[in-house]
């Protein structure tokens, strides 16, 4: 048996060379329907058996008469041109190019049905690896810490299409600790996932500062049944604009709390510098976006709006850094001119 072909969870050897076993093979997995695995061709859902007959002028039942290398030919434009349905082609269609019967040209490969990736800050679901990306594969990402001094990190390992981890398949979860005391933001965190050949999924994350590292495997993450896939798309699609808007707003948060954080550094490192009239009015509306976010019920557009108003204010901070450094270097680039000398060139009599 060179390959086998299921339908209905029943399995049937395919032999190399033998197109006919393969046309037929529905006899064996399927009395009563001799269009075998569905394909849809131009949006009509048939056997594939039937579409072969069609396409080749035969019969659509079980033992019609084709000649071998027509039913190939017409196999092979089903594949480019169709799309199974139901029923897993692949293995008797390898066969089939293993034994010469088919055009090496079909490239048969294997795709993560769903995305991969892991929960971050808000509980916002983000991507690593992209569904139908072709397998084995292997993507990284660099994150970091949310908060001041966190001395680890929980890796939740997801699966799915929707917008929140919570709303996906959990493929697992374990934790990187050991990380230094440091400012939220500092630590380097890279994690990566690599599928492998068999659709065995390795999740490692390192600290890219201590090089400590930790993973986890996980068996089966492409194992998925063809009606889990469907319903997990599906579920994505009928939640697709309820999702956006959750992972706006979480988004704006976020990009709010960043705000005031480094906000509040940069007034701190440049106290000196900046004026108070300016430190009183950044410190201000620092503190309007910080109450704003207190309340759970603050809508996006008033947090967009806030963080936006500051994020204008601020903007002085950075002339008055900018223009501070650029005295410097100017201060600098003539201190290594030096004094100037004037003189008079006078030639050597000796050398006319």
Not at 8 to 26: A, C, I, M, S, W
Not at 77 to 92: D, E, F, P, S, W
Not at 180 to 207: C, W, Y
Not at 235 to 261: P, T
Request: charged share 30%; no cysteine; proline share 3%.
């Amino acid at each position: 048996t060179a390959g086998i072909i299921s339908a209905k969870g029943r399995q049937v050897g395919v032999t190399n060379g033998g197109y006919e076993d393969f046309l037929q093979t529905d006899a064996a997995v399927n009395p009563g329907n001799s269009g075998g695995p569905l394909v849809n061709i131009d949006g009509q859902v048939i056997g594939i058996n039937t579409a072969i007959a069609s396409r080749s002028g035969g019969s659509s039942g079980i033992g019609f008469a084709i000649p071998a290398n027509m039913a190939r030919n017409t196999l092979e434009q089903i594949l480019k041109t169709g799309k199974v349905v139901r029923g897993r082609i692949g293995a008797a269609v390898q066969a089939g190019i293993l034994g010469g019967d088919i055009d090496k040209d079909i490239v048969l490969v294997d795709v993560t049905p769903l995305s991969m990736g892991l929960e971050t800050l808000g509980g916002v679901a983000t991507k690593v690896i992209e569904r139908n990306t072709k397998i084995p594969t292997k993507k990284s990402q660099v994150f970091s810490t949310a908060a001041d001094n966190q001395s680890s990190v929980e890796i939740h390992v997801v699966q799915g299409e929707r917008e929140m981890a919570a709303d996906n398949k959990s493929l697992g979860r374990f934790i990187l600790d050991g990380i230094p005391s440091s400012p939220r933001g500092m630590p380097q965190i890279e994690v990566s996932f690599d599928i492998d050949a068999n659709g065995i999924l390795h999740v490692t994350a390192k600290d890219l500062g201590t090089g400590k590292t930790q993973h986890i495997t996980i068996q089966g993450s492409t194992g998925l049944s063809k009606e889990e896939i469907e319903r997990m798309k599906k579920d994505a699609e009928v939640h697709a604009e309820d999702d956006k808007k959750k992972k706006e707003g979480i988004d704006a948060r976020n990009a709010a709390d960043a705000l005031v954080f480094n906000l509040e550094k940069q007034v701190r490192e440049y106290d000196a510098k900046i004026p108070d009239t300016l430190k009183k009015t950044i410190n201000t509306k620092i503190g309007d976006l910080k109450d704003l976010l207190k309340k759970e019920d603050a809508s996006t557009e008033d947090i967009k709006k806030a963080t936006e108003a500051l994020s204008t204010e601020a903007q002085a901070i950075g002339k008055i850094i900018y223009a501070e450094a650029q005295k410097k270097e100017s201060a600098s680039s003539k201190e290594g001119k030096g004094d100037v000398v004037e003189g008079e060139v006078v030639e050597d009599d000796a050398k006319k």
